[in-house]
């Protein structure tokens, strides 16, 4: 089926609003199960309409999963944008010393991934935007971020929430962010570079670019 240029829209409106804006958490009826292997552990997660990628894990998340480097034995790590909780969640099982922060603007990914974490036997700290800084900053700042980035919510927003973020990790810390070339992975890049933050890419696996970025 065919969409009109305002119905595609619409449809990407839509979109915005469900994952990227602040919404109360998921009642038990809304909730839904994802069978999913986790840094090599079988695990039943639980998942709600008005999260990102809310049926399966994502392919990009997928890759960075696959593909990163493995993080360092210890440190503070942050999942940015955390959604249902992958990401936090392979940290936390990868690394079980590491001191593991997990971010999102929307109340029913915070609350799902806490859920999720508690099913994984995991302790993270999970919360609002102002809330994981004041962590971070507390902590000294961060060793390591992981972000499949939500390139959705357009170029100036996403660019102002690498630049909140980026700027918190440690001399020798790294962000690994994974984006589809398709969705502007080697234009951020540069532009990552031309900030200041030495950005290379480590590869690229069906269409999805993964890089690493270094601090300032």
């Given at each position: 089926?065919?969409?009109?240029?305002?119905?595609?829209?619409?449809?990407?409106?839509e979109?915005?609003?469900?994952?990227?804006?602040?919404?109360?958490?998921?009642?038990?009826?809304?909730?839904t199960?994802?069978?999913?292997?986790?840094?090599?552990?079988?695990?039943?997660?639980?998942?709600?309409?008005g999260v990102?990628?809310?049926?399966?894990?994502?392919?990009?998340?997928?890759?960075?999963?696959?593909?990163?480097?493995?993080?360092?034995?210890?440190?503070?790590?942050?999942?940015l944008?955390?959604?249902?909780?992958?990401?936090?969640i392979?940290?936390?099982?990868?690394?079980?010393k590491?001191?593991?922060?997990?971010?999102?603007?929307?109340?029913?990914?915070?609350?799902?991934?806490?859920?999720?974490?508690?099913?994984?036997?995991?302790?993270?700290?999970?919360?609002?935007?102002?809330?994981?800084?004041?962590a971070?900053?507390?902590?000294?700042?961060l060793?390591?971020?992981?972000?499949?980035?939500p390139?959705?919510?357009?170029k100036?927003?996403?660019?102002?929430?690498?630049?909140?973020?980026?700027?918190?990790?440690?001399?020798?810390?790294?962000?690994?962010?994974?984006?589809?070339?398709?969705?502007?992975?080697?234009?951020?890049?540069?532009?990552?570079?031309?900030?200041?933050?030495?950005?290379?890419?480590?590869?690229?696996?069906?269409?999805?670019?993964?890089?690493?970025?270094?601090?300032?």
């Amino acid at each position: 089926m065919a969409y009109t240029h305002e119905e595609t829209k619409n449809n990407t409106l839509e979109v915005m609003e469900q994952y990227f804006t602040d919404q109360p958490a998921a009642l038990a009826a809304e909730r839904t199960s994802i069978e999913v292997t986790l840094a090599g552990k079988k695990l039943s997660l639980e998942s709600a309409q008005g999260v990102f990628s809310a049926r399966q894990l994502d392919k990009a998340t997928a890759v960075l999963l696959a593909e990163a480097p493995p993080p360092p034995e210890a440190g503070t790590f942050l999942d940015l944008g955390c959604g249902w909780g992958p990401l936090a969640i392979s940290l936390g099982i990868f690394r079980p010393k590491a001191n593991v922060l997990a971010v999102d603007v929307n109340e029913r990914a915070r609350d799902l991934t806490r859920t999720n974490a508690q099913r994984a036997g995991l302790c993270l700290k999970v919360g609002s935007p102002e809330e994981i800084l004041a962590a971070a900053r507390a902590a000294g700042g961060l060793d390591l971020i992981w972000s499949n980035p939500p390139v959705r919510i357009g170029k100036k927003p996403l660019q102002e929430l690498l630049l909140t973020w980026l700027p918190l990790l440690k001399p020798g810390g790294e962000a690994i962010l994974v984006m589809g070339k398709n969705l502007g992975a080697d234009s951020m890049q540069k532009w990552l570079c031309a900030q200041g933050f030495p950005t290379r890419r480590l590869a690229s696996k069906a269409g999805v670019r993964r890089l690493a970025v270094s601090p300032a």
